[in-house]
């Protein structure tokens, strides 16, 4: 009967979270509420084109799923994540394992087999989440290296839809990658889809020449021929950049508000009206170079070439990932160091580095970005960047400048940025100098080109690109299977 098949779907993403958190109210209910990423924006403007879509992850605590439910506009299917999956599959493989090993090995990827077990059923969890909720002939968008089996593993039960896998963070040099305990099964997981996106040129590469060296597969440019089991016909799969971007009008126009402009004003008087505001908002992670930032901030009050009663620094370092060891110890390490910084070198009743560990809302945020002169984005390695790209979209006056690593993926599209080699402490000194001391018309050139990349180039057309190229990538099932 109708009621016994499953919900059929035209467009189903596939992401380790779902786009929602639960608060506990009063009365001891739960209610869900939308966590602003980009992604879900991004999400939210597509699911608007389909007739009906879905998003398959999890809902953010351990333990039973809720059942599925609706919200903005969608049907959100709920997978169960024990603690031990948390534990193993989550802050494990994905976090220790995964995570320092795609950004360069900043720290040292831990591998433990049973992480790799947990991992394993995690991904087949997710998998088995969304094969059945896919429309006939419909699409599966899988997000980020949490779940880069799960491409493959609804191929073998779905051979009619298109998948699409989009890698949020960067994917390492072949000799990096090479190290990964079941390498080739992630290359494999991955090769399950019909498109494998990646943040920028170099990832995309990285990618294609590891499926070379590790698999064999024959490849022809961006173009992977996966040879099929037995007498199935060889599959191929596409490989492309996709710079992912931001809701540039949405942040462009809440600096606009009124009361965001006032708070920006507000916020530099209770600074003490400093000449210029330096500011760094970074998640607290060992990829983003808070440690080199801090050594750079430290030096120039050392040396005396920046006096502490002109120039403040903020530094927002929003908690992250705390139950894993890297973290706890960086956060030791950047505790110290801003405590030494300030002891040595803030006046009485006013911080030389304003930090703030713990995180503030979009508008607040705005009037930061506001407030500040000069941003910081000293990454050691990142995906794209979006603090980048929110910046500049927060500066229609055309005022401000960006100080960007080219270890960002941002740094392919910002041309117009004070790039910087964070390892190069004194290039990265004598950047923040530079920006410091930069004439408002110089600001106003430099922002005026960064402002025209980012604004034509939003997450919205970012995500219709992908689905775009993954309704033109090989038509999967009936077409090409032999009569
Ligand atoms: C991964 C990749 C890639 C931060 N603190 C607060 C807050 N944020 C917001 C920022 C920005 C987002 O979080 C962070 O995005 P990033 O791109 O900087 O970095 P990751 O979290 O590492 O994201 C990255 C991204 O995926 C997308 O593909 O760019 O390379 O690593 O939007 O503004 N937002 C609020 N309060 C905070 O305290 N509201």
């Known amino acids: 009967s109708v009621q016994d098949r499953s919900p059929q779907h035209e467009l189903v993403v596939v992401a380790n979270r779902l786009p929602v958190d639960s608060r506990t109210l009063p009365d001891g209910a739960t209610e869900w509420v939308t966590s602003p990423g980009g992604l879900v924006t991004a999400m939210e403007s597509v699911m608007r084109t389909v007739e009906s879509g879905a998003w398959v992850g999890w809902a953010g605590s351990p333990g039973e799923a809720p059942d599925p439910f609706d919200a903005d506009g969608m049907r959100l299917y709920p997978v169960r994540l ?41 991904n087949r969890r997710f998998a088995a989440a969304a094969a059945p909720v896919a429309a006939p002939g419909g699409t599966i968008w899988v997000h980020d290296y949490q779940l880069q089996l799960v491409p493959r593993m609804i191929r073998d039960k779905r051979n009619d839809v298109r998948i699409g896998f989009f890698n949020h963070i960067p994917f390492p040099p072949v000799e990096l990658f090479s190290q ?44 992977i021929s996966v040879p099929g089991i037995g007498a199935a016909p060889v599959r191929e799969v596409q490989v492309e950049t996709f710079p992912i971007s931001i809701d540039s009008a949405a942040v462009s126009a809440l600096t606009e508000d009124p009361e965001i402009c006032e708070r920006a004003a507000e916020l530099r008087r209770e600074l003490g009206d400093p000449e210029k505001v330096v500011l760094g908002v970074d998640r607290l992670d060992y990829t983003k170079g808070i440690r080199h930032r801090l050594k750079a901030w430290g030096e120039l009050l050392d040396d005396g070439s920046i006096d502490p009663h002109d120039i403040v620094m903020i530094q927002v370092a929003t908690p992250s990932r705390e139950r894993v060891e ?56 990142d995906g794209m960047n979006l603090v980048a790209k929110e910046y500049v979209a927060s500066r229609p006056d055309l005022q401000g400048v960006l100080v960007l690593s080219e270890f960002a993926g941002a740094a392919d599209e910002l041309r117009a940025a004070v790039l910087v080699n964070p390892h190069d402490i004194d ?52 077409e090409d299977a032999p009569l």
């Open 180 to 223: 990964l305990p079941k390498r080739n099964s992630i290359l494999r997981g991955l090769l399950g889809a019909d498109l494998i996106g990646f943040q920028r040129e170099s990832d995309t590469l990285n990618f294609v020449a590891s499926v070379r060296r590790l698999l064999g597969y024959h490849v022809d440019g961006t173009t």
């Open 82 to 122: 024990d603690q031990s999956d948390v534990e193993r599959y989550y802050e494990g493989y994905s976090n220790a394992t995964l995570w320092p090993l795609y950004h360069d090995v900043i720290v040292d990827p831990e591998f433990h087999r049973g992480w790799w077990d947990s991992y394993l059923s995690a």
């Open 326 to 381: 890297a973290y706890r110890q960086l956060r030791d390490e950047v505790e110290l160091t801003v405590g030494r910084i300030n002891g040595e070198h803030a006046p009485i009743g006013r911080p030389a580095v304003s930090y703030q560990h713990h995180s503030f809302d979009r508008r607040e945020m705005t009037a930061l970005f506001m407030a500040a002169d000069v941003v910081l984005v000293t990454a050691l390695r």
């Open 427 to 478: 290039e990265l000194k004598a950047a923040i100098l530079r920006s410091l001391a930069m004439p408002p018309e110089e600001q106003e050139d430099s922002m005026r080109s960064l402002r025209h990349q980012v604004m034509e180039n939003d997450v919205q057309a970012w995500a219709h690109h992908f689905l775009e190229r993954l309704e033109t990538s090989q038509t999967p099932d009936s």
